[in-house]
């Protein structure tokens, strides 16, 4: 009976397992078919281009020849012998570490006066909104005539009122706080997301607070900080990303700010003008890339700053809510 | 095979194929195209698609020559793209894009045109049509090739020179222009007048690399420094033409002071455009180029104004009435798809007296066909002449061209900009640590 039963049993599951792994791969092939589309996308756009980076990064290649294959030849060049590099990357850096947390505490600042705010709420919203839909281009274009030293209205206004008239983007030593005003003065991208987070916080944490009798900082760190986390982690993570990339403002500023504005003929553009205190990794790849056509060299500048990207993105997912105290944003 | 085995393998497989289409994809089509026809064609017809750099006023020139092209050849129609930089095209090219005729304002970029085939190599055409090369002025010949592969054509060169502001000079008491740098810097410090802030109000002459034309390139001729040694290698370190450049700009730039230059040159208005320093009087001397004399004549007509050959280093007299030539050059594209048309609108622009002489006439640049030059339709006043007698002179020089483009003078330009600042202590050793950069980036161009 026993033998019978379980031959039995092997003989009637047999077909339903067939089915049920049948019915799985259709189900599959519809879900696969849904996400064709993605895939694609992510396969042509994204692990092609990658994995073409990367070979390419091991090559001698000008875009113009076959890339010759050359070993790590373009990694041993740019750990040491790339003095530009250096300054690339330390601009770079020094963009990433002051730019992304002053834009994070001006926007968090910003948003939490606007939560207070009884009357007006539209009007200040659209305000500071408003030069997050500039052209970047356009906007850099305007801040350098504004601080323009010699005939800017900010230095005018500054001599009118006895008051030094700084050099902004034409002094080295301030060319690149200029550039963190210009950063300041769009936050209307992460503002609005702040805003949002902040409305979100629910009201009976702050009434419970207030019952225990907490502090103002007391309530800002324990309840309104880990609400807001995920989105706090949100604009670390895309704004570190950011200003790895950090290119146009970079370029526009520059290539303004030293008269060289121009396509044609003429003088180069002066890279990282003033003294190469806005030349940015991202401004030496494309330079390195498409003005010299080391495009073999360029790849290699291109993973490397794929990998610390992505370092950055690991550590803060990891990391960041430990910074924050949320447990939500370690998870 | 476990699961993890089987997905192991399946990414592994998937990411050496995508290494290896990877491999296929990148790089770009070889010059496939078969050589020309024996004879010329009786008759052309067919599309041509023709870029330059050229915009505004200097765009409607180029076009005018187009237009007598057509009327030449009415079964051609030629496709116009005006306001393409180098880079543009050249990504362009790469990337298999049908260009037909290729107009570059750069030199510097020969190199990498001819030995990479992204220009095609024009002899068999020349050769085929008889073009008389020999009516090129031999530094234009050089500078149209690379390695001896001819690979453009010269389409009207820029020779730069000293322009200065008659009434300026005069109102200092000065009748001639200077002939050496010293006297430049004599007077420059003697025209130089400031406000009440002590800020620059009229610069004699503005020294900082970077302001408009002043680039270590264009200065070298008067030091008769030279770029490289004859293996290749940089000789910015140990041919002492450079350090004396350096020097003699660095005590222009402490004349004034290094941030009241910046402060001037922050407010002297776009190069091109009719806020131009010079043109508006704030600066009484400078070098350009021949065509600014058209720019002045659109943009500032009522200046008195003079030109000269640049002042020579005090050492080198002999340099004087030299300066930098450097050219547009033009050529066919790799991918072009009707190539007899284009290199016959190539032979049109550059060999056609009339033509070179009428595009000449309105921007001003200087003819490099012979028969143009010595043309009597060319328009030469006495402050375009300059710029002839500057192209005729054979000690006149031009950048090198290398395989690896302009990136030698990027790296030049870059420590001369930390030099005038004062950032640099020790000139020699900036020199030699710069002529190390500049081989050692060369070095990514070869095989290690």
Not at chain 2, 193 to 210: E, L, M, R, S
Request: charged share 15%.
């Amino acid at each position: 009976m026993t033998t019978a039963t379980l031959e039995r049993g092997a003989g009637a599951t047999a077909p339903a397992r067939a089915g049920r792994t049948s019915r799985r791969w259709r189900r599959r092939l519809v879900v696969l078919s849904f996400l064709a589309p993605w895939l694609l996308g992510t396969l042509i756009f994204f692990v092609y281009p990658l994995i073409d980076t990367l070979y390419l990064s091991f090559t001698r290649y000008d875009l113009l020849s076959q890339p010759v294959w050359v070993g790590f030849h373009n990694y041993v060049f740019m750990f040491t012998k790339d003095q530009q590099l250096r300054q690339a990357a330390f601009n770079t850096l020094w963009l990433t570490v002051i730019l992304v947390p002053a834009r994070m505490l001006f926007a968090l600042a910003v948003a939490t006066l606007m939560v207070r705010l009884k009357s007006g709420v539209g009007i200040f919203r659209t305000v500071f909104y408003l030069p997050a839909l500039v052209p970047p281009v356009a906007g850099v274009l305007a801040f350098v005539f504004l601080f323009n030293p010699a005939t800017g209205p900010v230095n005018q206004v500054l001599g009118a009122l006895g008051l030094p008239e700084p050099l902004w983007f034409n002094d080295p030593n301030l060319s690149k706080p200029s550039l963190v005003l210009l950063g300041m003065w769009g936050i209307g991208d992460i503002m609005i997301i702040f805003l949002a987070g902040l409305l979100d916080v629910p009201r009976e944490q702050y009434e419970a607070a207030a019952l225990d009798g907490v502090n103002p900082w007391q309530r800002f760190r324990y309840v309104t900080l880990p609400n807001v986390s995920p989105v706090l982690m949100f604009a670390a993570i895309t704004g570190i990303i950011a200003a790895l990339q950090y290119f146009t403002e970079a370029v526009v500023a520059a290539s303004v700010a030293s008269g060289q504005a121009t396509t044609g003929g003429g003088n180069a553009n002066i890279l990282g003008y003033p003294e190469g205190s806005t030349l940015t990794y991202a401004q030496w790849l494309y330079v390195m890339g498409f003005k010299n056509f080391y495009l073999g060299y360029a790849s290699a500048l291109a993973v490397i700053m794929f990998v610390v990207s992505l370092s950055f993105t690991l550590v803060l997912l990891r990391r960041g809510g430990e910074l924050l105290g949320s447990e939500e944003a370690t998870s | 095979m476990n699961i993890r085995l089987r997905r192991a393998t399946a990414l592994s497989a998937s990411a050496v194929a995508l290494a290896l289409l990877a491999t296929a994809c990148s790089g770009s089509s070889s010059d496939t195209a078969s050589p020309p026809a024996s004879s010329a064609p009786a008759k052309l017809t067919g599309t041509v698609e023709f870029w330059h750099f050229f915009t505004d006023r200097e765009a409607k020139a180029i076009q005018a020559a187009v237009d007598r092209f057509q009327a030449a050849n009415p079964g051609v129609k030629v496709d116009v793209k005006s306001g393409q930089d180098d880079d543009k095209t050249i990504q362009a090219i790469a990337a298999g894009q049908p260009i037909d005729v290729v107009l570059s304002y750069s030199t510097d970029q020969i190199g990498k045109f001819c030995s990479t085939g992204a220009w095609k190599d024009l002899t068999p055409y020349v050769q085929r049509d008889k073009v008389d090369l020999n009516q090129i002025p031999t530094v234009v010949r050089d500078y149209t090739q690379f390695d001896n592969k001819r690979c453009s054509m010269p389409m009207l060169s820029d020779t730069y020179g000293l322009y200065y502001n008659k009434k300026l000079l005069a109102a200092a008491g000065y009748t001639e222009p200077p002939k050496t740098l010293s006297e430049l810097r004599a007077m420059a410090t003697k025209l130089t007048t400031y406000d009440a802030k002590g800020n620059i109000a009229v610069a004699g002459f503005v020294p900082t690399f970077g302001f408009y034309e002043n680039a270590p390139a264009h200065f070298a001729p008067s030091f008769g420094a030279t770029w490289f040694t004859s293996d290749g290698k940089s000789n910015v370190a140990n041919d002492p033409a450079w350090a004396s450049m350096l020097t003699w700009q660095k005590s222009m730039v402490d004349d004034y002071g290094y941030d009241k230059l910046t402060r001037f040159t922050a407010g002297a208005g776009d190069e091109f455009s009719a806020a131009n320093a010079f043109e508006k009087g704030k600066v009484a001397m400078m070098i350009d180029g021949e065509y600014r004399n058209a720019f002045i004549k659109a943009e500032a007509s009522s200046l008195s104004y003079g030109t000269a050959p640049f002042p020579a280093a005090d050492d080198k007299s002999d340099l004087y009435g030299s300066g930098y030539v450097t050219g547009n050059v033009i050529g066919i594209g790799r991918g072009a798809q009707n190539p007899e048309a284009a290199w016959a609108l190539i032979k049109f622009l550059t060999t056609d007296t009339d033509t070179v002489v009428a595009v000449a006439n309105t921007i001003k640049n200087v003819p490099t066909w012979t028969p143009a030059l010595q043309s009597p339709a060319l328009e030469k006043d006495a402050n375009y002449q300059t710029f002839l007698d500057v192209f005729a002179n054979a000690k006149s020089s031009t950048t090198p061209a290398t395989a690896s483009g302009k990136g030698y003078q990027d790296t030049f330009a870059k420590f001369a900009t930390d030099w005038q600042a004062g950032k640099v202590s020790d000139l020699q050793a900036g020199l030699k640590d710069t002529a190390q950069q500049i081989d050692d980036q060369s070095s990514l161009g070869q095989n290690p």
